[in-house]
């Protein structure tokens, strides 16, 4: 069987430029080398949104990104996560092998905590869904920010747990590909692109208002003709994500000569990033504006999901002692 690599996105929100590069563009990547699946993880997602509109809208938008950055539907795998209700048996599963401690030290408990959010169940067994997200497709590798480690670190604690308890093989072992770029984004304030901090730079938006957003970005108070640091400023940082190596070698040299100032370094930014999301941007909306031909492809990963799952949850209902 070919090797299988997972890739999730939450639906929350405005799609961002820190989610192409941290998840988007790392996961497409393993296209080559595995047979790969992506999910829209909508279940997850309730556990903040509460508008059935905005989700609905949200996870379509995700779906039709991966599909207008090249994601090959005839070769892998896009569904809606909720398309698989076997998780949700398999989350139960395991949720019976690992101590409440687990919980308490999750990442989306600990973010909710520290921003006085109440927090519901759902929020509580993030990590035990992840796991089932990751477990049930017999993933092999999971590409992830560094800030998303633990939890597939927590679905390898689970599955080894498990499988000695259970015996060899009941569950794959996954391991975790780190994408140290998508934990580094910086976003217009500097900080970490986020939609919590509400400092991204949204994919789709059109040349006009993506222009706009990028002249927001926070710089120093140098002028013009004073050098720069290119190191520490978040538009050159940007910009050498996406130019060729000669021309941010020749940005970095403007920067640190003097005599160039930070609007012209944003508005070559914008014409970087504008030339690389024109045609995903065709493609996008496209996919937006044909429902129809969206369905085709997410009920067809469907399909092929759930088949993959069957095999798992009907090996470890097996194992477990389930009829």
């Not at 909508?42 to 509109?53: F, G, I, N, R």
């Not at 039709?64 to 998780?87: I, K, N, R, W, Y």
């Amino acid at each position: 069987m070919a090797l299988r690599s997972l890739t999730g996105i939450k639906p929350t929100g405005e799609i961002h430029l820190g989610n192409y590069l941290g998840a988007i563009r790392p996961g497409l990547a393993l296209q080559d080398r595995y047979t790969a699946y992506y999910f829209v993880a909508d279940y997850h997602a309730l556990t903040s949104v509460m508008d059935p509109q905005e989700l609905r809208l949200a996870s379509r938008t995700i779906a039709a990104t991966f599909l207008a950055f090249g994601l090959d539907p005839s070769s892998h795998v896009l569904f809606m996560q909720s398309a698989v209700p076997e998780v949700c048996e398999l989350t139960w599963i395991l949720s019976c092998q690992i101590p409440p401690g687990v919980l308490d030290r999750g990442h989306a408990v600990k973010a909710a905590r520290d921003a006085g959010r109440d927090i519901n169940v759902g929020t509580w067994m993030y990590p035990v869904l992840m796991a089932a997200d990751i477990l049930l497709y017999d993933s092999d590798v999971v590409p992830v920010g560094s800030d998303q480690r633990q939890h597939v670190e927590v679905a390898r604690d689970i599955a080894i747990k498990v499988n000695h308890r259970y015996g060899d093989g009941t569950l794959r072992v996954p391991e975790v590909s780190i994408q140290e770029q998508g934990a580094a984004i910086p976003g217009l304030d500097g900080r970490k692109m986020s939609k919590s901090y509400q400092n991204v730079i949204g994919l789709w938006q059109n040349p006009k208002k993506l222009r706009k957003q990028i002249m927001r970005i926070v710089t120093d108070s140098r002028g013009v003709d004073d050098p720069k640091d290119p190191d520490s400023d978040t538009t050159f940082q940007l910009y050498a994500l996406f130019a060729e190596p000669e021309a941010v070698a020749d940005l970095r040299q403007a920067y640190l000569q003097g005599g160039l100032g930070y609007g012209h370094a944003k508005a070559a930014l914008f014409e970087v990033l504008n030339e690389h999301l024109a045609l995903p941007r065709d493609h996008f909306h496209h996919w937006m504006d044909h429902p129809s031909d969206l369905d085709d492809v997410l009920d067809a990963g469907a399909v092929r999901a759930r088949a993959a799952a069957r095999e798992t949850l009907d090996r470890v209902r097996s194992r477990v002692g389930l009829k």
